[in-house]
């Protein structure tokens, strides 16, 4: 069965730090597509950063907001994948989500990280405050 498990949510005072992990089961993290989304309260879903399948060319995307604070990486051997979020402020706070698939298909969705992502953990909450 695959699945998809996120933590290391919580709550962190404005320019603090945190590392999201997405334990990945079912499925090999490698040879997918991953990509982060998050949801503030009233807002849209929308993607923070993707990463490609693995291979010779590993393509990296991020979100304007977040670029030059936040870093997707993917551990193979332990079928995870992180983001490590820096520099965190309030527009930051949401529900974090780790999607995958396998397939490459563009959805009509504007933004980066456009593919249609099949499958979804369930979050975790982060929250900036001071």
């Known amino acids: 069965q695959l699945q998809l498990v996120e933590s290391g949510g919580g709550l962190v005072q404005p320019g603090g730090s945190l590392r999201l992990t997405c334990a990945a089961s079912?499925?090999?993290?490698?040879?997918?597509?991953i990509a982060w989304f998050r949801q503030a309260p009233g807002k849209e879903r929308e993607a923070v950063s993707c990463?490609?399948?693995?291979?010779?060319?590993?393509?990296?995307t991020y979100t304007d907001s977040v670029k030059g604070r936040f870093t997707i990486s993917r551990d193979n051997a332990q079928n995870t994948v992180y983001l490590q979020m820096d520099n965190l402020g309030p527009n930051d706070a949401a529900m974090y989500y780790c999607?995958?698939?396998?397939?490459?298909?563009?959805?009509?969705?504007?933004?980066?990280?456009?593919?249609?992502?099949?499958?979804w953990g369930q979050g975790t909450q982060v929250t900036v405050s001071s």
């Open positions: 990463i490609s399948s693995g291979g010779k060319a590993i393509a990296i």
């Open positions: 079912g499925f090999n993290v490698g040879n997918s597509y």
């Open positions: 999607a995958a698939t396998m397939a490459w298909r563009l959805s009509t969705r504007p933004g980066p990280c456009r593919l249609v992502y099949d499958y």
